[in-house]
């Protein structure tokens, strides 16, 4: 082996200080680096003409102390599903809650309300009844798209069927037309 020319350096081998020097030199960076943060952006936007046609992003309507009209003796009114989007094409959500009373047996029926947003930091309220309860249909899945409400809703094709036992299934479409929710069905009721 060929011996260099030149002699060694010292700091040309690591020791154990070397690497803690290191780590330590590194964490006070990253420390510093936490405390030196830039401030949030204040920016605004110029009132400009593309500043009107921007989308207005509001939260769906919440179902929080919201009273539902469904009749649910000394139980309370319970929301078991719930789906937002805007439905009447105003920029605006709205909410679609399932509602059945809190029964402690049984299957109580679902009602399906539409809500929007209540004035200021009122509630919101209810301004449509897709699916009353006295209809004694289950809603199995609910959703929300393209501006329509889907449901999938089970039934009974008779007052003598019992209320364990649904007999038909039935997939409806609701959509805002004319002021109001028209109702179609996409696949038709079947039995289960």
Known sequence: MQQSA?????????????WVAT??????????SSLLQPKPATAAQAAGPEAATAPVTAAAPATTGVDFPVECGPVQALVVKK???DLD????????AVVHCDA???TPPDGVYVLTRGADS???RVVATLVDPKA????????VADGAVLATLLGYSTADVPSCCPDLKDSAKWQWKDDRFVRSTPAGSHSV
Not at 6 to 18: D, G, N, S
Request: hydrophobic share 40%; charged share 10%; aromatic share 0%.
């Open 104 to 106: 402690p047996m049984g």
């Open 23 to 32: 780590a330590a030199a590194l964490a006070g960076v990253v420390a510093l």
């Open 6 to 18: 030149l002699p060694e350096l010292a700091h040309t081998h690591t020791r154990p200080i070397h």
């Open 83 to 85: 789906a937002s989007g």
């Open 136 to 143: 004694r249909n289950t809603v199995t899945s609910l959703s």
């Open 122 to 124: 009122t509630p919101a």
């Open 89 to 96: 094409g105003d920029g605006a959500p709205e909410t679609v």
